[in-house]
């Protein structure tokens, strides 16, 4: 069975970082496109970034361009979302997702979505 599950969430003051993980089981992370969205309340999920799959580069949206970097560990079947110079619009629960895809992760209806893990950034 495909599981991904997210964690690393909580709650920061302006200005931290936090580290989100999406851990897979059940297949190999590498070979799928990841991709990384959030929601806030009362608003529409939002694609925050993504990475291909066998790539490491990542892609982003401008609210987060700059501040926020995608990767993968292999060897822990696990993609990380860092995310620096926090702010309170960045406040959402985050959901990673996977796609088997080749197409730009950016545009994909991604098939497999964890249960997401709330940020919260306040003073």
């Known amino acids: 069975q495909l599981q991904l599950v997210e964690s690393g969430g909580g709650l920061v003051q302006p200005g931290g970082s936090l580290r989100l993980s999406c851990a897979a089981s059940?297949?190999?992370?590498?070979?799928?496109?990841i991709g990384w969205f959030r929601q806030a309340p009362g608003k529409e999920r939002e694609w925050v970034s993504c990475?291909?799959?066998?790539?490491?580069?990542?892609n982003y949206a401008d609210s987060v361009k700059g501040r926020f970097t995608i990767s993968r560990d292999n060897a822990k079947n696990t993609v990380f979302l860092q995310m620096d110079s926090l702010k309170p619009e960045d406040t959402a629960v985050y959901y990673c997702?996977?796609?088997?895809?080749?197409?730009?992760?950016?545009?994909?209806?991604?098939?497999?979505w964890g249960q997401g893990t709330q940020v919260t950034v306040s003073t």
């Open positions: 059940g297949f190999t992370l590498d070979d799928y496109a």
């Open positions: 997702a996977a796609d088997r895809s080749t197409w730009f992760c950016e545009r994909l209806v991604y098939d497999y």
């Open positions: 990475v291909n799959m066998h790539r490491v580069r990542g």
